[in-house]
T-cell receptor, first 110, second 116 residues
Framework: DAKTTQPTSMDCAEGRAANLPCNHS???????VYWYRQIHSQGPQYIIHGLKNNETNEMASLIITEDRKSSTLILPHATLRDTAVYYC???????????FGQGTTLQVKP | NAGVMQNPRHLVRRRGQEARLRCSPM?????VYWYRQLPEEGLKFMVY????????ESGMPKERFSAEFPKEGPSILRIQQVVRGDSAAYFC??????????????FGPGTRLTVT
């Protein structure tokens, strides 16, 4: 499984865009990039996923570089409730398990 | 559409007792996954099940732990003869199958197991 590298922590001002980077330089062609977050000790929450193309949904945008070796999760207007640990996960299409790393702790400040 | 449901939300067991954790997947989902989060640690995959089948149990401890997902009813994670080291949050997730291999997992609120 491809490994991912994320910054340990980031701060963001409320109302501003939060850009969370993820490096996955060993990603293979059949591996998807997934983003989840965990608020406090709640169950992880699915955010978005993609293979090659950029993706957008009501929560966030996912920008994947052309060589697929890195990606960025964008929360367009961060709120205090977006404070959480964000996980970038690379998962092959032929396996079900998600391998969680340490993630990025995003602190949104007023 | 109700989300993934887990019960109980909190479970206290004495050493040596059995713990049974239940998970009801989202409607229409036939795939269930169990993860464990030890205190101050990350989430670890345990097992992946489809109806009546264990697909991947590579993360399950070799002894005392078992999981099932019967044709009818919820998925059960069973821990026999619990020890203090089993104290953790256990999360269940479910997903619908997709032909292209792309499917997101939706997580339940978890069961907090405390072994005294």
């Amino acid at each position: 499984d491809a490994k991912t590298t994320q910054p340990t922590s980031m701060d963001c001002a409320e109302g501003r865009a939060a850009n969370l980077p993820c490096n996955h330089s060993t990603i293979s062609g059949n591996e998807y990039v997934y983003w989840y977050r965990q608020i406090h000790s709640q169950g992880p929450q699915y955010i978005i996923h993609g293979l090659k193309n950029n993706e957008t949904n009501e929560m966030a945008s996912l920008i994947i570089t052309e060589d697929r070796k890195s990606s960025t999760l964008i929360l367009p207007h961060a709120t205090l409730r977006d404070t959480a640990v964000y996980y970038c996960i690379v998962r092959p299409s032929n396996t079900g398990k998600l391998i969680f790393g340490q993630g990025t702790t995003l602190q949104v400040k007023p | 559409n109700a989300g993934v449901m887990q019960n109980p939300r909190h479970l206290v067991r004495r050493r040596g007792q059995e713990a049974r954790l239940r998970c009801s997947p989202m409607k229409g989902h036939s795939h269930v996954y169990w993860y464990r989060q030890l205190p101050e640690e990350g989430l670890k995959f345990m097992v992946y099940l489809q109806k009546e089948n264990i697909i991947d149990e590579s993360g399950m401890p070799k002894e005392r732990f078992s999981a099932e997902f019967p044709k009818e009813g919820p998925s059960i994670l069973r821990i026999q003869q619990v020890v203090r080291g089993d104290s953790a949050a256990y999360f269940c997730a479910s997903s619908p199958p997709r032909g292209d291999g792309s499917y997101e997992q939706y997580f339940g609120p978890g069961t907090r197991l405390t072994v005294t």
